[in-house]
C-alpha cells in the first residue's frame, strides 16, 4: 500500500497561524494608537496652559510720552479747482456767417472790442427795407392829417351856415355827416401814427442787430478759449453757442474747495490758508477764505460744502483749472498742554481671556478685550482718561479734552501736569 504525502499542509497551517497573528496585533495597535493620540493632546493643552500661565506672571513694558505744553494747530485739509473771479461765454445772438476773428486764445481784450464780426449784407438789406417802410408810414400820415385838417375846415363852414340862416340850412344829416368825417380823419391819423412808430422800432432793431454782428468783449480780460473760425456758421438758438470764453483780470483768482461735513463746522469766514498746486509743488500759495455754502454736495455718498477762497496771483503762475490741496488754519492755541491720541485710546490689559472662554476656547487666541471700566466711561459719556505709571503699575488721571490735530489733543482740565509721561502702549517684557 502506497502513503500519499501532500507538501501544501504544513504551508497552510503556517499562513493561518500568521494571520490570526496579525489580526490580533491589529487591534491592539489601534487602541495603543488612540492612547497615544490623548496622552498627546493632553500635553499640548497642559503646555498651552502652562505658557498662558507663565504668560500672565510677565510684567508689562509701558511705552510712555511727556505731556508738554506747545502750540496747537488745527488745520482742515480740502481740495478745489482755481477759477476766475469772473469768466464770460462769449456768444452770437445772430445768426449768420462769420467774416473774420480778430483775437486768439491768451489775447488781452479790452471791454467794448471787437473781438468777431459776421457777414452784414443780409442785416443792411434789412435796414434798407425798414427805411423803406418808414418813409411810406411817414407818408401816409401827412396824408391822413390833410385829410383831417380838410374834414374840419368842412365841419366848421357848416357850423357857420347854419349860424347865419338861424339854423335853416344844412340840414341835420349833412352836419351828422360832417361830424362823422373829422371823426374818421382823426382815427386815420392816429393809425397812421402808429404805423410810423412800428416802422421806426423795426428799423431800430435792424440797426440794432446790425450793431451786434460786431462781437464785443463784455470785459476786459484774457482770452481763455476760441472756438469759432472765419467762415463758420453761427446757429442762434435757445442755447446760444459759445465763441469765445473770456477771463477778468487773472492777477486775482478763486479756489473753489469741498470741505467734508465733518470739517465745515470749522470753517468760517476771513480764516487764513495756504495751498499747493502740482505745477509748482515746493512752492505755497496764500489764500483767504470769503464764503462757506450752505448747500451741499453729495457725491458717491460723501456730502461736501464748496468754499470760495481768494487768491492773489500777481506774477500769473496761477491759472484757471488747476487742481489745488489747500490748508485752511482754523484754530491756533498757544501755550496748550498736549498729550498724544494714542494716550487717550490706550487702556491697561486685562486678566487672560482663557479664564471665560473655557477649556476649549483658552486653546485658540481671542482678540483683546477693551477693560470693563473704558467701557462703562464710554457708555456713560464720562470725561477722558490717560494713565501714567506710579509703582509699576498703571494710574488713570481723568481729564477733560479740546481741540486736536489728529495727532495730540489739548488738554483743558483735569489732574494731568505738564511734563507727567502718559503711556501710549504696553507689552510683556521677555524674560
Known sequence: MTKTTNSNAPRAGALAALIGTERKSGGRGRIARGFLSIALLAGATAGVLAFRSRGADVPLAFQTEKAARGTLNVNVSATGNLQPTNKVDLGSELSGLVESVLVDENDRVAAGQVVARLDVSRLRDAITRSQASLASAEA?????????????????????????????????????????????????????????????????????????????????????????????????????????????????????????????????????????????????????????????????????????????????????GMTATAEIACLRRENALLVPNAALRFTPPTASASQSRGFAGGLIPGPPREDADARQRRAKNEPQQVWVVRDGRPVAIPIVTGETDGRVTEVTSGGLKDGASVITDAARSAK
Not at 435757445?238 to 465763441?243: D, M, N, S
Request: no cysteine; hydrophobic share 40%; charged share 25%.
Open 140 to 320: 401816409r400820415q401827412r396824408q391822413a392829417e390833410a385829410t383831417l385838417a380838410e374834414s374840419t375846415a368842412n365841419l366848421s363852414r357848416l357850423h357857420e351856415v347854419s349860424k347865419l340862416s338861424g339854423g335853416k340850412v344844412p340840414s341835420k344829416a349833412e352836419l351828422e355827416t360832417g361830424e362823422a368825417t373829422l371823426l374818421r380823419s382823426q382815427a386815420e391819423v392816429a393809425s397812421a401814427k402808429s404805423t410810423v412808430n412800428e416802422s421806426k422800432a423795426a428799423l431800430n432793431s435792424d440797426e440794432i442787430n446790425l450793431s451786434k454782428a460786431s462781437i464785443r468783449s463784455p470785459i476786459a480780460g484774457i482770452v481763455l478759449a476760441r472756438k469759432v473760425e472765419p467762415g463758420q456758421t453761427v446757429a442762434a438758438s435757445l442755447q446760444v453757442a459759445t465763441l469765445f470764453t473770456i477771463a477778468e483780470d487773472l492777477r486775482e483768482m478763486e479756489l473753489e474747495v469741498a470741505v467734508d461735513e465733518a470739517d465745515v463746522g470749522k470753517v468760517r469766514d476771513g480764516q487764513r490758508a495756504t495751498f499747493t498746486v502740482d505745477a509748482y509743488p515746493n512752492r505755497r500759495y496764500t489764500a483767504e477764505v470769503t464764503r462757506v455754502a450752505f448747500g451741499s454736495t453729495t457725491t458717491n455718498n460723501v456730502v461736501t460744502y464748496t468754499t470760495t477762497l481768494k487768491v492773489k496771483n500777481e506774477d500769473l503762475s496761477l491759472r484757471p
